[in-house]
């Protein structure tokens, strides 16, 4: 698709110390980087908006999003004053004193997202970590579940991160492969079946958690009536309902929170990712006083949770999620990435999920896999990422216009052709 022109010389207004391009740049990191990404083969040195530049000064239209840490596009202006704002003032104090950035974050997270308290964290992982911890610790100190005995009922296909323990009950074998032993504790259950996640919790369940939508899977949506079902069967059974929005959340499906679509409200969110407004990794457990209020001093804790960059940066997000525009934004545009796909249904798709401004493509095998085709794009000016096999998935920033969203979409008409 066309980009924009640029209004000023990349090399210059970069500022950089690096001169290598973008082939060098690729090959110098091979024998010092581990290798445990694999990267399109795009060197990128800056972007603004839904716009990314290389080394080179070509540009693309980010379809990825930074899996969607970029709701807002890169650089946002608010967001960006608010970060220089606070570095001019005040960084890092760790918990071991309070920060007067942290209390104004909280209570406008909370009141966001309907819930009544906040255990700020840094990354995704984190976040899953301690919503696990917390779970436990209510099980013992609050349902009375036998000491070490505590469990947690999760999906299959899920993606909530890297540790061990999470790792510990993924079932995508690439991610578990040579890294035992695991956590025990989690009862796997197919995603989007009620009966078999009611025959897996019992007086031992501390949670159920899961992706109201399974992002990294290929963005599948369960059917109408499966997040209140899990609603309703968590409370009947007297057990937790945890849901990782950490990727679903904060706009990108039309809604604050991608539960509102059935309506649900859970008793603990995570969030992450876009929290941080593409510029910190903010990210925190969201709940009930009932279930976070089960922590006390000592028992939980991070040096950067809860620091003031990341908090005034996190306050700037939720101020913009606040008006609402983007939630508007990504359900309005959500209906030209619809009608977009839809339209090339028979033309190298040949199915797709989406909510929002979110989609999952799977591409007609035969025409190449996901990162064949995703490269492909990547010629066409547009980048985007297989998920798995020959599925792409679509999350561009929710700042994108309707005309670069269509441009888009001709992309990668392009790229299948
Ligand atoms: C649903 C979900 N949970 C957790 C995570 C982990 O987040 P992070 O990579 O920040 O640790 C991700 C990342 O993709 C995710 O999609």
């Known amino acids: 698709m066309t980009a924009p022109v640029r209004t000023e010389d990349s090399q210059e207004a970069r500022g950089s110390r690096e001169t290598r391009g973008s082939q060098e740049l690729i090959r110098a990191e091979g024998p010092v980087l581990a290798h445990n990404y694999h990267p399109l083969p ?36 608010a967001l960006i004053e608010a970060a220089h704002r606070q570095l001019d003032r005040l960084t890092l104090t760790s918990r071991a004193f309070h920060n007067d950035r942290l209390a104004e974050f909280a209570e406008r997270l909370a009141a966001l997202t309907g819930m009544d308290m ?76 009620l009966a078999a996640m009611e025959a897996a919790v019992d007086e031992t ?14 963005v599948i949506i369960p059917d109408d009536g499966y997040l209140a079902g899990v609603r309703e069967l968590t409370r009947r059974k007297g057990c937790l309902f945890i849901a990782d929005e950490i990727q679903s959340g904060l706009g990108r499906t039309g809604r604050t929170l991608a539960v509102e679509h059935e309506p649900v409200v859970p008793d603990v969110l995570l969030l992450g990712k876009a929290l941080g407004g593409g510029i910190v990794p903010v990210s925190a457990v969201v709940g009930r006083r009932e279930v976070l209020g089960v922590l006390h001093p000592g028992e939980h804790g991070s040096t950067f949770g809860g620091n003031p960059l990341a908090a005034a940066v996190g306050t700037a997000v939720v101020e913009l999620l606040e008006t609402g525009e983007f939630q508007r934004r990504a359900a309005e545009l959500g209906v030209i990435l619809r009608d977009g796909l839809t339209g090339l249904v028979g033309k190298g798709v040949v199915g797709f999920r989406s909510r929002g401004l979110w989609a999952g493509v799977d591409i007609d095998p035969a025409l190449g896999t996901g990162r064949e085709i995703s490269e492909r794009l990547m010629r066409e000016g547009v980048l985007a990422k297989d998920t798995h096999g020959s599925t792409i998935r679509l999350a561009p920033p929710l700042t994108i216009t309707g005309e670069e969203l269509r441009g888009a979409l001709a992309a990668l008409e392009k790229a299948l052709g």
């Open 42 to 77: 795009v060197v990128v040195a800056r972007a603004e908006g839904t716009w990314v530049e290389d080394v080179e000064g070509r540009r693309y239209l980010d379809m990825l999003a930074g899996y969607s840490a970029l709701n807002f596009g890169h650089r946002h202006p």
């Open 118 to 193: 906040v255990l700020p964290m840094n990354t995704g992982a984190e976040a899953v970590e301690s919503g696990v911890k917390v779970a436990r610790k209510w099980a013992y100190d609050i349902k009375g579940v036998p000491a070490g005995r505590a469990t947690i009922v999760v999906a299959a296909d899920n993606f909530h991160g890297r540790t061990t323990t999470i790792v510990s009950f993924s079932t995508d074998e690439t991610a578990r492969a040579g890294f035992g032993p695991f956590t025990p504790g989690f009862r796997v259950v197919p995603y989007n079946d």
């Open 205 to 218: 369940t501390a949670a159920v958690l899961i992706e109201p939508i399974q992002g990294e899977a290929g």
